[in-house]
């Protein structure tokens, strides 16, 4: 049971990315979705988070609200974190995990944005 990150890569500020968080073994059905990023000597920080339900609040880091939507695939499988617009301070390497129970890290994905 684990859930792996993938799509980072270097970008130019104002360019785009989309970051997937594929579940394995297991589907997202029965649990919530966070996006983390954590840059070079600061803390590790929520930036997105989708709840279980449908009915509940999809929930944003004021700084990449409006830029970054989050999303679930219809199979509950994947959740993708679609980066636009993107800034030098997004650079990061960011992580995914599940919520109740989180799974131990995945290897993250590292997000560069630079010209």
């Known amino acids: 049971v684990r859930v792996v990150e993938s799509g980072g890569g270097l970008v130019q500020p104002g360019g785009s990315l989309r970051l997937s968080c594929a579940a394995s073994g297991f589907t997202f059905s029965s649990y919530g979705v966070r996006w983390y990023r954590q840059a070079p000597g600061k803390e590790r920080e929520v930036v997105a988070t989708?709840?279980?339900?449908?009915?509940?609040?999809?929930n944003y880091l004021d700084s990449v609200r409006g830029r970054f939507p989050i999303s679930i695939d219809n199979a509950k499988t994947t959740v993708f974190l679609q980066m636009n617009n993107l800034k030098s301070e997004d650079t990061a390497e960011y992580y995914c995990?599940?919520?109740?129970?989180?799974?131990?890290w995945g290897q993250g994905t590292q997000v560069t944005v630079s010209s």
């Open positions: 989708i709840p279980r339900s449908s009915g509940g609040t999809i």
């Open positions: 995990n599940r919520f109740p129970a989180p799974v131990n």
